[in-house]
């Protein structure tokens, strides 16, 4: 039977006929419905994580105790979990273990283009890149078995058009795997000094008879055509490359690292022209060149963003039809929902025109117009930090005037230790926990703090005030973000304080509860034009012909513009 999926859910089916028991993640765009896929499975443990590193440790955990396990996460997820990956490299696996990692060219929502690519090679772990559905599926298994193999963990690469594309897959029955035993053996799996450069060694010989295994990996093939052009490709590109050019000869990889030397110097052989067009990094050309291969590669193809058919058609210049003028259409930039809590949040600070040290999430949307209320996000977490390193660069009375802003899922990830340091080496910043009961900007997938489980089921539910207060800081406060004057108040006060504190914005996410049922409206004897409704961005107000008009179709009834309209000009109405 086959069945019309996405990568990821490739993936998770993948994963469940390869019979596998154990799965990890924290989530991140693009590689989020693989784990949500997962925990459709019944015979699946399935856990959302606090962060990328503890999805990795459970994983191997996992893998040393027999069972055949995966862990996923998007590409900046692999910079959190780096550190248990480099030394499970070293152990090895037991049950097999795999990595999986969605990297986002083009960064349609992540803060950086790094190539995953890099980390295997950094490693020496054997990587696997897919370039459909099918394929994804029949990696997931080959990766199992190739971990159990070979004693090593193998990471298998996607990007957002393989993750969020869809192609038929063939579906096959689960398999039966047992757990592998479990013995103890401390020169394999404790890795003090000693035993570490034993296993290095070991490493080192893996990634030989890999080298020999990638030769005749399956999924490493050529494809025969006019041998006047060779293209040397994987992913999505091998699919962008045979629509422009189906003619020409191809060397279509799935194997990464370790990549197939003699395969790849049969083939140069074969042609006249060689090409490798690859995403990203010239990690495939850089190797191939050091083998002396004459190759044009990124001489044509750029190393920032996603490739796609027009570009290869117009690099190569070898167009199979005319490509239609892209038409112009008008600029729509992302805005917070309608209702949503950060709004008012945002509002306030921009208010107060406090420095505004952000954080990975929805809110990372109120650095935009017209809130323009955040000045600077680096990745999930370091907005506590950053705060505390300015007010050390700048002193006191900049501290006065700055806050760090941080969702609650992004608080559990990596902001506690942030806050931590802020108690331990006395600062005084000033944290905004925005809790809206959900990790938000991936889809509503629960956390820690929700009280459920990846499957919905009730778990413990982290109190934030208790835990916060036991990290030391003595002033925390929850307000509603949608009473406007105590917001504002509380921030005021507690930024003048000398002494950290943390303020815990608390509503939740308007899409998992929609509690109002009121729709604004205008009343136009009243209005002055002030555009104040304007200023907090909200889709549902539009500015027509200089006067504000309300959308009651994308009105929610929040009512934060009724509260930033000083001339009474805009009333709830109950539906």
């Known amino acids: 039977m086959k069945e019309l999926l996405i990568g990821n859910a490739a993936v998770a ?51 040393r105790g027999g069972a055949r396990s995966i862990v996923s996460m998007k590409h900046v997820g692999l910079n959190v979990a780096a550190d248990p990956l480099f030394t499970a490299s070293y152990i090895g696996s ?24 890099y980390y295997a090679r950094s490693s020496h772990l054997p990587l696997l890149e897919p370039s459909d559905s099918q394929e994804t599926r029949d990696f997931t298994k080959q990766a199992f078995e190739l971990s ?22 063939e579906l096959q029955e689960r398999a039966d795997v047992p757990l592998k035993p479990y013995k103890k053996d401390v020169a394999k799996n404790v890795m003090m000094p000693a035993m570490a450069r034993a296993r290095h060694k070991i490493v080192e010989e893996r990634e030989k008879r890999l080298s020999v295994f990638s030769d005749n990996f399956s999924g490493n093939r050529i494809e025969w055509g006019d041998r006047d052009i060779g293209i040397i490709t994987s992913g999505v590109c091998y699919q962008y490359a045979k629509e422009v050019i189906p003619e020409a000869s191809y060397l279509k990889l799935g194997m990464i690292n370790p990549l197939p030397r003699k395969l790849i110097e049969l083939f140069s052989a074969g042609v006249t022209r060689l090409y490798i067009i690859e995403e ?42 005319k490509a239609r003028d892209p038409e112009t259409l008008p600029v729509r930039p992302p805005v917070l929902c309608p209702g949503c809590p950060h709004r008012a949040v945002f509002h306030a600070l921009s208010t107060l025109k406090l420095n505004v040290t952000g954080d990975i999430g929805c809110y990372t949307l109120g650095a935009l117009p017209p809130l323009n209320a955040m000045d600077s996000c680096i990745c999930m977490g370091a907005s506590i930090g950053t705060a505390l390193g300015m007010e050390k660069a700048r002193g006191e009375d900049f501290a006065e005037r700055t806050v760090a802003v941080i969702g609650d899922s992004t608080f559990l990830h990596t902001g506690i230790n942030g806050l931590m340091d802020v108690v331990y080496n006395r600062g005084i910043t000033t944290t905004l926990i925005l809790d809206n009961s959900i990790t938000g900007m991936t889809g509503h997938q629960d956390h820690p703090g929700t009280g459920k489980n990846i499957k919905g089921s009730p778990a413990p539910e ?114």
Request: hydrophobic content about 35%; aromatic content about 6%; charged content about 25%.
């Open 280 to 321: 990203l990094e010239p990690i495939i050309e850089e190797q191939v060149k050091s083998w002396g291969i004459e190759v044009t590669g990124k001489d044509l193809f750029s190393v920032q963003g996603e490739i796609s058919s027009r570009m290869i058609s117009d690099a190569l210049q070898r167009e199979t039809r």
């Open 13 to 63: 089916r993948g994963v469940w006929e390869a019979g596998a028991t154990v799965a990890t993640a924290y989530p991140g765009t693009p590689s989020t419905e693989i784990t949500e896929h997962i925990a459709s499975y019944e015979e699946i443990y399935s856990e959302w994580a606090p962060n990328e590193k503890v999805a990795m440790e459970v994983a191997i955990g996992a893998s």
């Open 148 to 169: 159990e193999e070979f004693d090593s963990p193998v990471i298998l690469r996607l990007t957002t058009r393989i993750s969020h594309s869809q192609s038929l897959v």
């Open 94 to 117: 037991n049950g097999g273990l795999v990595v999986a990692v969605a990297d986002d060219p083009g960064m349609h929502s992540s803060q950086n283009e790094q190539d995953t690519r």
């Open 462 to 575: 982290i109190d934030l005030v208790k835990l916060v207060q036991s990290l030391g800081i003595r002033h925390v406060y929850v307000i509603d973000p949608y009473e406007l004057d105590d917001m504002l108040n509380t921030i005021e006060r507690e930024t003048e304080r000398h002494e950290p504190s943390v303020i815990i914005a608390r509503r939740p996410c308007f899409l998992i509860a929609r509690g109002q049922k009121a729709k604004a409206a205008f009343d136009s004897g009243y209005c002055n034009e002030c555009g104040k409704c304007i200023t907090i961005g909200c889709p549902a107000i539009a500015n027509k012909e200089g006067r504000p008009e309300i959308n009651p179709v994308l009105c929610v009834g929040c009512g934060l513009c009724v509260e930033v309209c000083e001339q009474n000009a805009i009333r709830l109405e109950k539906e």
